[in-house]
């Protein structure tokens, strides 16, 4: 594995506290980046590596961690990293646009104003269809003519989310 940059394992760790990482992948993750006792300190470190990864509502402790470690370290900073992940998830093929629409419209909600309103508008239009996580728990057949129903607005939807997700991602990564 080549090293990661700070940004990148920030960004990783913003991601995990969003869900948006399953707990046996960051567990396997920490276990492996060399460079992450150096990004965020011995003291957190030692406390993402202690982490019990089995324990009852892991996710939520393992939120608390994160949200001490940002506070400590990187106040202010963990929805632009998590919202940076997300973009480049979206813009390379990992990320699919309803889920990205409807987080970063979370952060919208929640004040950030960094956030175009494209993807607000695109989470409101995007209601009546399942997010790509949803999609076994629907019939198939309902699924398939439900999508080819959208399919002439998703397209359109996925060049606009596009075009805005590489001028937001070039305004965080100035910025940080």
């Known amino acids: ?13 913003a991601s ?3 869900g948006l990482v399953e707990l ?15 990004a965020v300190g011995q003291d957190h470190y030692l ?3 202690s ?3 089995n324990q009852p509502h892991a996710q939520h402790e393992l939120t608390r961690v994160i949200d001490r470690l940002y506070q400590d370290v990187r106040p202010s900073r ?18 699919d646009l309803a889920t990205t629409a409807r987080m970063l419209t979370r952060f919208r909600n929640d004040g950030e104003v960094w956030v175009p309103d494209e993807f ?10 399942p997010v790509p996580a949803e999609y076994p728990n629907w019939d198939q057949q ?3 003519a439900r999508l080819a129903e959208w399919q002439p607005r998703l397209a359109e939807f996925e060049r606009a989310a596009r075009e805005v997700s590489r001028e937001m991602l070039l305004k965080l990564e100035r910025d940080s």
Request: proline share 1%.
């Open 47 to 49: 406390a993402l590596v």
């Open 142 to 144: 309902a699924l398939a």
């Open 78 to 95: 963990l929805r632009r990293d998590a919202a940076t992940a997300m973009v480049r998830a979206f813009l390379d093929g990992r990320g």
């Open 51 to 53: 982490f019990v990864f």
């Open 1 to 13: 594995m080549s090293p990661l940059s700070k940004q990148e394992i920030w960004e990783q760790l």
């Open 24 to 38: 046996r992948t960051f567990e396997q993750w920490i276990y492996t980046v060399q460079e992450l006792e150096a």
């Open 120 to 129: 607000v508008y695109i989470d409101s239009e995007l209601d009546d269809l």
């Open 16 to 18: 995990v506290r969003y």
